[in-house]
C-alpha cells in the first residue's frame, strides 16, 4: 500500500483541486475525479465544469462544489482561486482538446499547478508557447499519459533502463478499438463529435485521440524518441473528417526501429492497446487489458510472467501497487497513480524541496514530443507517406 | 459512471463512517478505506484502529481523523459515537475474525449500521446471535464478500437467474493461493500469524479465510445453497495449526452438484479464484484474476466472451460499472460496489424507504451461511470425510 | 525430427500390422491408423475390421489390406496370422471396451504384440487375466494411453522425477466434455451409444471413458498411484444408463492428495483434459488442449512458459518432438508417439535385446491399475461416497 | 475423418511420388515426407535427396528407396523417371530456394507433376518462365504454402467470402521469430546458412523465408491480392548478408489497407505468425501457434470463439479436419491438408476430369505473387521506402 502509505507526511493537508470541463455526461472528467479521490490526496473545491453556466453550476452541485466556487468560465476562475487564500493549488483540465493550451496557459499565469489530459494542445505552437511559459512561472505541469502509471508498465521502463533487453532494436505499439467503425458522430454520440472535429480535436482524429498514446507508451518504456517518422492516416468511415486508422514507421536514434498502428474501426477490440519491446538480449510484452501481467523473454530462455505484486517485479512497480499480486488493479488505479505522483511534487514544492527521484509522471516536454508526433505525422501521410523528420526534444 | 452518478441524491451529506481494526500495516483496512472513498459515498471520522491505544492514535493520525475520535477500544466507540449528534452512522469492521462478533454487536446495540469483514464470526452459534440482534435493531448489516462486487459477477448472476444456463448441473469453485506454501506464520509474517491461529481465525484455515469466499460466490451466481457436504481439509506444511488445503464435495437442493477447491500452497497460485457453473443449456466461466471477462457458452454454439461494459452485459453489471469496455476495473473497484451499494441502503434507511431493489450485497443471512459451511467442513473432515448436512437457510 | 530418424535401424522392414475393429465410420480406427503410419514403423496388412462381415470386407479394400486378410472374425485372425511365415507381429484393437480382453487374450496366445485401446477391459478380473497370460507368453502389450505421448506431459514427467516440483502434495485432474448434455444415445449417435451401454462399455460411463484417462495422466506425471478414493458418479441425463460426471478424492502414498473431475456435460468444454501438479518447491499446469506449452513456477520466482522444442524442454521431450518450437504439434502426433515407442520395443525384441530405457508407453501394469480406479470409484459411489482402498500396484 | 475417408476412391493406386532435396538432417523434407504419408496418398520411391551423391545413396537408403532409384542429380532423376512405365508421377522439391525453378522446370518439361516448398524462386524472371511452362505442359503444380492448409484459416476465408465480416477495410499480418537475434550463420548453423546467404535464399532473408508466408495467408483470407506496397527491410544483427526484419505498408484494390510486420529477430516469439482482418461488419483473428481457434466478432455483439470440428465451423474447416474439436491438430496435419488436396488434383487428372471445386492450394499464380511481392518489397526498401506498386495479377 505504497501510494496511500505515503500520504502520511502531509495528509493533514489536502491537496485544494480545481476542475476545469468534466460537467454532467462527460466521460473523463469523472475519471479524473475517482484519481484524484483514490488515495485521498487532494479535495475539489472548485470548478469550471462546463461552457454552459447553468449546467456548471448544476454540475458543481452534484459534485459538493460551493457554489460560490462554481465558475461560469476558466478564465474568471483562473483570477478568483488565485486570489483566494485558501484558492486551489492545482487545476484538473478535462475539456476538449482545443482548449488544453489557453486553459492551462491561463493558470500557469495564475501561479496554479496544471494536470491536463492529452494531447496537450492542438498544435505544436501552443505547446511551445506553454513550454515557454512553465519556464516562466515554475508551476508544476503534468500530462495525463495515464497508462504510463500502471505498475507493470513502470517495471518494463525499468527492465529496459537496467539493461535486461540489451540494446532495443524494434518497439511495436498497437491501440486498437472499434467504436468508431460506424459513423456515430451522426448518431449523436457527443463523444464522437467532438473527437472527430477538428476545432475541436486538432489535426489529428485518431493519431492524437489514441495514437499519441500509444506513442507516448512506447517512448516511456523504451527511454527512446523517434528521430523521423513515416506515416499513413485513413479515415475508413465516409463522411469522417479526421482519421480514424493510423500505421507509422519509425526511426529512433541509434538504429532501433519502431512501428505503430492505432485503430477505431478494428472490429473486435474495446481499449486494445498493446507494447512489445526486443532487444539484443530480451523481449517484454504487455498489453493494458489485462495490465498486471507482463511478459518477459531473456532470449534463449523459457517466457517468464511477472506480475504486478509478484516475484519479479521490483521497486518502481511496487511503488504504484495497492493490493497483493492476483488481485488486479485496473484502470483508475492506474490513473490515480499519475494523481498521486503529482502530489508528491506538489507537496515538495510546498515545502520547498525537490521531489522524490522516484516520482514519475509525463510532463510538458513530453507532452510537446507528443504534439510534434501528430503534426508530422499528419505532414508525413498528407505528403504521400514519406520520412518526416521529428525535432529533437528539448531534453 | 453508474455508480458515481448516484451519488447525487445526497452528495452533500455524505455517510458518517467509523472503523474498528485497520491501523498501521493491517492490508485490509486500507482496502475498506479505499472502497469507501472510491465513489465519495462515505468520511471516515472515527477509529479504533488498533488494540495497542498508541497505535491506534498514531494510525487515526495518519488518516486524518480528530485525536477526540480516536479510541483505544470498540466499546468506547460505540458508546461514544452513539451518544454524538454528529456520531457515525456505519462502522467498517477489519479486526481478526475472532473480533468480528463482539465488535459487531457492540456497533449493533448501539444503532450503528455494521460493513464487516469476512467470515461473519468465530462460530456458528456468535453468527445465530448476531441474526437475532439485527432482528431486534434493524440496522443494516453487509459482509464485504467484494468477489460479489465484480461487474462480471453480477452478469453471471443475472444469466443464471433468467436462464440462459436451463437447469443447473454442475457449479465448481476454486481458490488457489501459494503465500502459505512455506510455513510464514514462523518467519515472523502478521498475516500468516493471524490467519493460522485458531484463536484468532476461528476453527477453519484455509477454509475460513478463502474457500468461505469460493463456497460464496457459487451460491451468489447460482442461486444455490448446499444441503450437505463432504469435506477433505488437509495441513500440508508441518506444524501448522489449521488447514491449508481444503477440498469440498456439495450437493445442492434440486439435484445440481458443486465442487470446491480452495489451496493455500498450490504453487503458481496468487489469487487463483475461479468459477465454472454448467447446465442443461449452458455454461458459464469467470476468472478473479482477469474478472472484466465472462466467457458464456450456449450448449452447441460457440464460446462467446461477455466484456463488462461490452456488448452482451446486462444492466446488472452496467451499475456497478465506471469506465468503458477493454478499460479494466480490479479488485478495489469491485470492492466500492459492496460500500456504495451499501450506502445507497443507508441513504435510503435515512430516508425512511426501502432502497432500490437492485441494491444487493452480501448480508447476515450469507455470513450465517458461510459459518454453517465452515464447521460443516470441518466437522465431515473430522469425521472421515463424510456426508454432513447443512442447514437450511433462513431465507 | 527425432522420432523419424530412429526409423534408420530397421526401416527396410516395416512392423507388420493387424487392425481389430476400426471399420466405416468407426472414430478411433482411423486415429490410430495414422498414428501407426505417422512415422511409418509399420504396415497394416490384415483386419478383422467389424463384427458384420460384409462390412469388414469393405473396410479392408478401403484400407487397401489384401483380400485374403480381410477376417470376419478376431479368432479366425489369430489363428491365421499366427500362422503364416509373413503373419502379422502386432495388432491394434479399437473395438468397444468389452472386447478389449477376449480379443487380446487371442492374439497374446497367438505370439503376437498387442497394442490396446483404453480402458484395458469390462472388469479387473479380466485385466488380472490378461496380466498372467502376458506373463506366460512374453509379448508386449501397450496401452494407448494416448495423452502420455504429448511431449509436454514427457517434460512435466521428467520435472517432477528430477524434484522441480520438491515433493508433491497436489494432483489436480480434470477432463471436461460437454457432448452428452442431451440424450445423444437415444438420437442415433454410435458413438454416445455404445459408450452409455453397459454391456459394451463397462460398468463405468465417463470414469471409463475420460475419468481414466485423467487418472492415468495423474499417475504418469505425478510418479504416485493413489492408495484409495472417494468417489461420487452422476448420472445427470434422464435415462443414461451410465455415469456421465464424476468427482474424485484420491489419497496417494506418501501424503499427497488428488482431486479428480471429469464430466461429459460441463457446456462449454471440448476435450478439457488438464492436469496440476503442486509441490513444496514448484507447481506445473498443462492443458490438453493447448498440449504444446507447460506452465512452471518455482516457488517464489515468476511463472515460465516451457514449449515443445523450446528452451527449458530436455531431452524426455526432444525425442518425441518432430517439428520445431512454435509449429504446433497435436493429438495424432501424440498418438503416433504411442506407436513409435512400442515400434521401438518390438523392433528391440526383434533382435532379442531390451529396449532402450528411454522407450515409455503404458502396459498391462497401468491398465490394471485403470480398471482397480474405475471399479472402486464405482463401488465407492455405490456405497454412499466413501473411502475405498486400491490395491497396491504390481511394480 | 474426411480428408482420409476421400483415400476410397483410388487406394489401391498411391501416387508415386519423388523428392528432390531432404538428405539428412534437413528440416523440412522430413516434414514434407509425413505430409505425404499422413493421409497415405502417396508412396515415396525416387530421390535426389541431396547434392552429394553420397549422402543422396545413404539418404534414400534410410527412407527404403530403391538403390537404383537414388539419383545423383535432379537432371538425372527428372529424365530417368520419366523414361519408367512405373516412373514418379509427382515430385516435391525442398532444396534452398535458387533451385526451386531449375528442378521445378526440369521435371514440369518431363511431364511430371511439381509439389515445391516456398518461395518459388529466386526471381521474379524465373518465376515467370515457369508460369509460361506450365501453361505448355498443363502439369500440376502446388506452392506449399502450408498454413493455408490450416482448417480454421480455410473458414476465415471462407467466412470473408461469404460476408461476414463485410467490406474489408484492415489485414495485419505477422510472422515473428527469434531464432536469428545473435549470428547463427557464423556459428555453424547450416539452416542459418543457407537462409542468410543471397546466393543460396535468393534476394530476400526474412522477407523471403516468412514475410511471403505472412503475405500468403493475407491474400489468402482476405481474397483481395495488393497493388502497392511500401516497405522497410532491415537487417540488425551485424555482418548479416540479408534482412532479418521486415515492415511493410500495403494498399489493396478497393481501399483495404495492409500492414505485415515479420522478425527473426523479435525475442520471445519461435513461429508466432498471426492474422487479423477487420471490415466494415466484423473482425477476426487467428494465431498459428495455437491453431485450432478462430476468434471471430460481429460488430456490435460479444467476440465468439470458433471452434476446428466445434460449432459455427463450417464446410470448408470441416473437409480438412481429421478429429474432433478439443483434439488439437497442427503444423504436420495442415501441411498434409495440402499434400491430400495436391493428391486429390492428381487423381482427377489421372481419371481426365477436373478436381472436384473444393480442392484448394497454392499454385505457381500465387508463386509469382510472392515472388513480386518480395521483389518490390526489397526495391521499395532500397529506394528509400516509397511506393512501388506490385504488377495486376495473373487471374
Redesign the interface.
Known amino acids: 500500500?505504497t501510494i496511500?502509505a505515503s500520504?502520511?507526511e502531509a495528509?493533514?493537508e489536502p491537496i485544494r483541486l480545481g476542475m476545469v470541463g468534466g460537467g454532467r455526461a462527460a466521460?473523463i472528467g469523472?475519471?479524473h475525479?475517482?484519481a484524484a479521490?483514490?488515495?485521498?490526496h487532494y479535495r475539489l473545491v472548485a470548478g469550471a465544469l462546463s461552457s454552459d453556466p447553468a449546467r456548471a453550476r448544476a454540475s458543481a452541485a452534484?459534485?459538493?462544489i460551493d457554489p460560490s466556487r462554481a465558475y461560469g468560465s476558466f478564465a474568471e476562475m483562473a483570477e478568483r482561486e488565485a486570489a483566494r487564500a485558501d484558492g486551489i493549488e492545482a487545476v484538473s483540465i478535462v475539456t476538449p482538446n482545443h482548449l488544453h493550451a489557453p486553459v492551462a496557459a491561463a493558470f500557469l499565469r495564475a501561479g496554479i499547478h496544471v494536470i491536463c489530459d492529452k494531447p496537450l494542445s492542438a498544435t505544436v505552437a501552443e505547446a511551445e508557447e506553454l513550454v515557454a511559459l512553465q519556464r516562466q512561472t515554475g508551476r508544476i505541469f503534468a500530462l495525463t499519459h495515464n497508462y504510463t502509471g500502471y505498475p507493470m508498465v513502470r517495471q518494463a521502463r525499468a527492465m529496459v533502463r537496467d539493461g535486461a533487453?540489451g540494446t532495443i532494436?524494434?518497439v511495436?505499439m498497437e491501440y486498437l478499438?472499434?467504436w468508431l467503425?460506424?459513423p456515430l458522430e451522426s448518431a449523436g454520440s457527443k463523444q464522437a463529435e467532438w473527437r472527430t472535429d477538428p476545432a475541436r480535436a486538432g489535426a489529428g482524429g485518431c493519431i492524437g485521440d489514441i495514437g499519441t498514446h500509444a506513442y507516448n507508451l512506447g517512448a516511456f518504456v523504451s527511454g527512446l524518441e523517434a528521430e523521423a517518422l513515416?506515416a499513413?492516416l485513413?479515415t475508413?468511415v465516409p463522411g469522417r473528417r479526421l482519421d480514424d486508422?493510423v500505421?507509422v514507421?519509425l526511426r529512433y536514434a541509434g538504429g532501433a526501429?519502431g512501428?505503430l498502428?492505432a485503430?477505431q474501426?478494428?472490429?473486435?477490440?474495446?481499449?486494445?492497446l498493446k507494447l512489445?519491446v526486443?532487444?539484443?538480449?530480451?523481449?517484454?510484452?504487455w498489453h493494458?487489458?489485462?495490465?498486471?501481467l507482463l511478459?518477459?523473454?531473456p532470449?534463449?530462455?523459457?517466457?517468464?510472467?511477472?506480475?504486478r505484486?509478484?516475484?519479479?517485479a521490483g521497486p518502481e512497480a511496487a511503488r504504484v501497487t495497492?493490493?497483493?499480486?492476483?488481485?488486479?488493479?485496473?484502470?483508475?488505479?492506474g490513473f490515480a497513480n499519475i494523481y498521486s505522483e503529482v502530489a508528491a511534487a506538489i507537496r515538495a514544492a510546498r515545502a520547498g524541496r525537490l521531489p522524490d527521484p522516484a516520482v514519475t509522471f509525463q510532463d510538458l516536454a513530453d507532452g510537446l514530443r507528443g504534439m510534434q508526433f501528430i503534426e508530422a505525422a499528419v505532414r508525413s501521410s498528407g505528403d504521400?507517406?514519406?520520412?518526416t523528420a521529428l525535432p529533437a526534444g528539448p531534453r
Chains 1, 2, 3, 4 share one sequence.
Request: proline share 4%; hydrophobic share 35%; charged share 25%.
Open positions: 500500500m496511500e500520504r502520511d495528509l493533514a466521460f469523472a475519471v475525479r475517482i479521490r483514490l488515495d485521498d452534484d459534485l459538493g533487453l532494436r524494434l511495436q478499438q472499434d467503425t460506424e513515416l499513413r485513413t475508413f486508422d500505421q514507421l526501429q512501428l498502428w485503430s474501426v478494428a472490429v473486435g477490440n474495446e481499449n486494445g512489445r526486443h532487444g539484443t538480449a530480451g523481449g517484454l510484452e493494458q487489458e489485462n495490465p498486471n511478459w518477459f523473454t532470449f534463449g530462455e523459457p517466457k517468464r510472467l511477472i506480475t505484486g509478484g516475484a519479479g495497492r493490493v497483493p499480486a492476483g488481485h488486479p488493479e485496473g484502470y483508475l488505479e504521400g507517406n514519406v520520412w
